[in-house]
Nanobody
């Protein structure tokens, strides 16, 4: 399974940004797709995850109500819509393929940088 994240950039606090993850590979439909992030000096943390069917999602408490994960399987793409961004949301965002909502990520894409100015 191959994943490639894109769409990062600079946004002001309170603004919105959507990042995308292209998912491909022979068995990609066997995996849920998660978003994770890592800020400088901090450990990578879970953000959100969605099943392959797109019927179930789960969010970290820190982003619940502000971020929305979705997918378009016709385009092999998973999205993370981020609204009401805060400076503490700034990080490198990674997407990953994992076996189920609570599975350990098995495949990772490269990150995309999100910078939030205050």
């Amino acid at each position: 399974v191959q994943l490639q994240a894109s769409g990062g950039g600079l946004v002001r606090a309170g603004g919105s940004l959507r990042v995308s993850c292209s998912v491909s590979g022979r068995h990609s439909n066997s995996y849920a797709t998660g978003w994770f992030r890592q800020a400088p000096g901090k450990e990578r943390e879970f953000v959100a995850v969605i099943t392959w069917r797109g019927d179930t999602t789960y969010y970290a408490d820190s982003v619940k109500g502000r971020f929305t994960i979705s997918r378009d399987n016709a385009k092999n793409t998973v999205y993370l819509q981020m609204n009401s961004l805060k400076p503490e949301d700034a990080a490198v965002y990674y997407c990953a393929a994992q076996p189920g909502l609570k599975g350990t990520p098995r495949y990772w894409g490269q990150g995309t940088l999100v910078t939030v100015s205050s």
